[in-house]
């Protein structure tokens, strides 16, 4: 956030995502920075003060929207990896439990399927923004598995229409260690 007002001696600005917000003061020229913790609408008010109790303000609307885009690496602290498991599976991201040559990032995404899952058990990764394929139509996604020969399933739908949608299934090589599934996306229309 910046300001500008005639006449003025500073400013405040009220970033909108706490109870009882005591405001950040600046002066003109100076650029605030936040940080907000959760995807929303917030109403930022900044109000210019004068040396006397004269006063003016401006509150605007922001969103803020997940702001996740690909490559999908997990590593980011200002990032929303929210991973959500269906049909009683298990999702998360969390820290790399098996770091080699193939996938040295600190921090990775899980998905597990119990015996106890349905057979349409799955998890999903909302983007901040349509992916256009007609661009780029090959996925990389690195992937561990404790036996080769594990089918992966990789299915980019849409956001609001979930009978939009095309999949790629690409099965494991190698057990106990990372690699690289390539799934196809060319015959998207």
């Given at each position: 956030v910046s300001a500008t007002a005639d006449l003025e001696?500073?400013?405040?600005?009220?970033?909108?995502?706490?109870?009882d917000e005591m405001p950040t003061s600046f002066q003109e020229g100076d650029v605030v920075q936040h940080l907000y913790e959760d995807v929303g609408d917030y109403d930022v008010r900044v109000v210019a003060v004068s040396g006397g109790n004269a006063t003016i303000e401006e509150t605007s609307i922001i969103t803020i929207a997940n702001p996740l885009l690909l490559p999908v690496d997990f590593e980011s602290p200002?990032?929303?990896?929210?991973?959500?498991?269906?049909?009683?599976?298990?999702?998360?991201?969390?820290?790399?439990?098996?770091?080699?040559?193939?996938?040295?990032?600190?921090?990775?995404?899980?998905?597990?399927?119990?015996?106890?899952?349905?057979v349409w058990a799955g998890a999903f990764l909302t983007l901040g923004q349509p992916i256009d394929l007609s661009v780029l139509n090959k996925v990389r996604?690195?992937?561990?598995?404790?036996?080769?020969?594990?089918?992966?399933?990789?299915?980019?739908?849409?956001?609001?229409?979930?009978?939009?949608?095309?999949?790629?299934?690409?099965?494991?090589?190698?057990a106990n260690g990372w690699e690289e599934l390539t799934f196809d996306f060319s015959n998207a229309d």
């Open positions: 001696t500073g400013f405040e600005v009220y970033f909108g995502d706490v109870t200002f990032q929303n990896y929210e991973i959500i498991a269906f049909g009683n599976a298990g999702a998360g991201d969390v820290a790399n439990p098996a770091t080699d040559e193939v996938n040295n990032s600190a921090n990775v995404g899980e998905f597990s399927k119990p015996s106890t899952s349905e996604v690195k992937v561990w598995s404790p036996r080769a020969g594990v089918p992966v399933t990789l299915k980019i739908e849409n956001l609001t229409d979930q009978a939009v949608f095309i999949e790629n299934v690409q099965s494991t090589t190698s």
